[in-house]
């Protein structure tokens, strides 16, 4: 078990985390799709995008996140053969600010910032996050985003921004992420406490990001457990 005491400040995924993305990238996706008489699953349309979007995001060139959407859909086309209107390629990003928060996002990060800094480590652009925290419901105390850092996770790059931006030892930080791509493996990598959400526990099939066999320091289903754990609830 963490030592909670230890720790003056918790960084968060976004997407993922606290905001439900799966739902809202499967849904933007089966809209998109449907539209063209092309139905697939939640679990396909997610296995596609887990596929396609690390390609995108390692591919030697930062491109803001809005762009690397964009080519997700083009690629998630070209995976199924046809190709997409202008509308269907702009779909992701058109939608994110909208993709839906978790339940015990609110509740738990207002617990949490009773007691820790708060930050944000999130592959994403400055503007379509700022839509998000709008719902978030506190202020986070950082916030680092992959077109500030110019890199996406899992580099290294966007963990070593957030250490510099809090100013804290790396002994007092615990990250918490729902990605074991993204968020856990690298925060492994880098000695950093960590926290796994493992928000897919009761899901079937796949989910949106890719398959690593990285451990975490702690697993939880979600937010709420993290609370408990934390003697806040």
């Not at 960084?11 to 990238?25: A, H, N, P, Q, V």
């Not at 933007?28 to 449907?34: E, G, I, N, P, R």
């Not at 719902?135 to 790059?157: C, F, N, W």
């Not at 079937?204 to 609370?227: C, M, S």
């Amino acid at each position: 078990m963490l030592d909670f005491d230890r720790f003056t400040w918790v960084s968060f995924d976004c997407y993922g985390t606290l905001i439900d993305w799966e739902t809202g990238i499967s849904d933007a996706v089966a809209a998109a799709l449907a539209s063209h008489d092309i139905h697939l699953s939640r679990s396909e349309i997610l296995e596609l995008f887990a596929k396609v979007e690390p390609q995108i995001q390692d591919g030697g060139r930062y491109l803001e996140y809005r762009r690397v959407l964009r080519r997700v859909m083009a690629m998630i086309g070209v995976e199924l053969g046809f190709q997409f209107t202008e509308s269907d390629l702009t779909c992701l990003a058109d939608t994110l600010p909208l993709w839906p928060i978790f339940p015990d996002t609110r509740s738990s990060l207002r617990a949490m910032k009773s007691r820790f800094e708060l930050a944000i480590i999130s592959n994403v652009d400055d503007d379509l996050f700022a839509q998000t925290a709008q719902v978030l419901g506190v202020e986070m105390d950082a916030v680092i985003t992959a077109q500030q850092v110019r890199s996406y996770k899992p580099s290294h790059r966007n963990f070593e921004a957030a250490l510099e931006r809090m100013g804290v030892d790396k002994s007092r930080w615990l990250h918490v992420g729902e990605s074991l791509y993204h968020d856990i493996a690298p925060a492994n990598e880098l000695g950093i406490s960590n926290v796994w959400v493992n928000r897919g526990h009761d899901r079937e099939g796949v989910g949106a990001t890719r398959p690593t066999d990285a451990k975490p320091d702690l697993e939880t289903p979600d937010l709420a457990a993290l609370v408990d754990l934390m003697g806040l609830s």
